[in-house]
């Protein structure tokens, strides 16, 4: 159901772009989706292991790769390869593994990791992959990332010192941020939509290369993650590469980029949750076969 929605906010964005005058409000929304995984964060230092290191260096490797790789051909679709496949693991992951009675603790580190890691060297990397003409410096995206990513870790743990009652409260609407994202999504893909509609009518071939980039990105990385974790992590690691934090991506593709580049991450919303979809259906027969 959930996949479905996701699939709706994306077919209104394309054919009603009219909340592209509201992709402002993408870094507020994905500000409130943060704050709500930052409620209950534990690490258990004892699950940390060097798996969680070669996660990081593959996330970080496979982005210099897929641009590198596409860069002689296409720039625009190598920035949009790269801002898709750079986005560290999803707030969701760790629920994802706990569904599958997996050790939610191995993912919840790599969220852990992968986000403030690449928060931290995006400013450093971003100026030069986009490589354009807007003069955008080390400095103009410091302190944006800061802001959108320390603001609602601190209010979380503020919550937490003041109100245990509210802090719990907070907890049980966890599950409605999913629609934080659909609406993230629907401005993203308005935004892009309206930027296609009028700057690209004689270039709609370069949307189809970004969705097929992008399902190739999201099988790349869901695999890797599978050898990585071994057979003691597979599904873990698996998770933790493949399962991106799109919200924050879009955000910076809407920001910091060419509008067009925002359509990687909202592909990789739809095949990573299709994916995601058919893993839980398989591993539920697989727990009760007699059904």
Same mark, same amino acid.
Request: proline content about 4%; hydrophobic content about 55%; overall charge positive.
């Given at each position: ?17 009219? !909340? ?67 986005? %560290? ?12 009675? !997996? ?8 969220? #852990? ?13 971003? %100026? ?96 890797? !993650? ?38 990687? %991450? #909202? ?25």
């Amino acid at each position: 159901m959930k996949n479905l929605l996701l699939l709706v906010s994306i077919t209104i964005g394309i054919f009603f772009p009219y !909340g592209h005058k509201f992709t402002f409000l993408i870094r507020y929304f994905l500000m409130a989706l943060l704050f709500f995984s930052f409620l209950d964060i534990k690490i258990d230092k004892t699950i940390i292991s060097v798996k969680h290191f070669i996660i990081l260096v593959s996330l970080i490797g496979a982005s210099f790769l897929s641009y590198l790789a596409i860069y002689p051909f296409d720039k625009l679709l190598a920035q949009t390869a790269f801002i898709t496949a750079i986005a %560290p693991t999803a707030i969701a992951a760790p629920v994802i593994i706990s569904l599958k009675k !997996g050790k939610v603790e191995f993912t919840l580190f790599s969220l #852990v990791l992968t986000n403030i890691v690449i928060t931290i060297i995006l400013p450093f990397i971003l %100026p030069l992959i986009i490589n354009s003409g807007n003069d955008i410096t080390f400095n103009d995206i410091l302190l944006p990332v800061l802001v959108t990513f320390s603001t609602p870790l601190i209010l979380a743990r503020l919550v937490k010192a003041i109100s245990v009652s509210l802090w719990k409260k907070l907890i049980d609407l966890k599950d409605g941020s999913f629609y934080i994202l659909v609406v993230n999504v629907y401005l993203a893909t308005s935004g892009a939509s309206y930027y296609i509609r009028n700057n690209l009518t004689s270039e709609l071939s370069l949307v189809y290369e970004i969705g097929i980039v992008t399902a190739l990105i999201c099988a790349f990385l869901f695999t890797l !993650g599978w050898f990585i974790g071994g057979k003691e992590y597979a599904s873990e690691a698996s998770q933790a590469l493949g399962q991106k934090n799109n919200s924050y991506t879009i955000w910076l593709a809407i920001t910091f980029m060419n509008p067009v580049s925002v359509l990687g %991450p #909202v592909f990789y919303v739809l095949f990573q949750n299709t994916y995601i979809s058919l893993n839980l259906y398989y591993h539920s027969r697989k727990q009760s076969p007699s059904d």
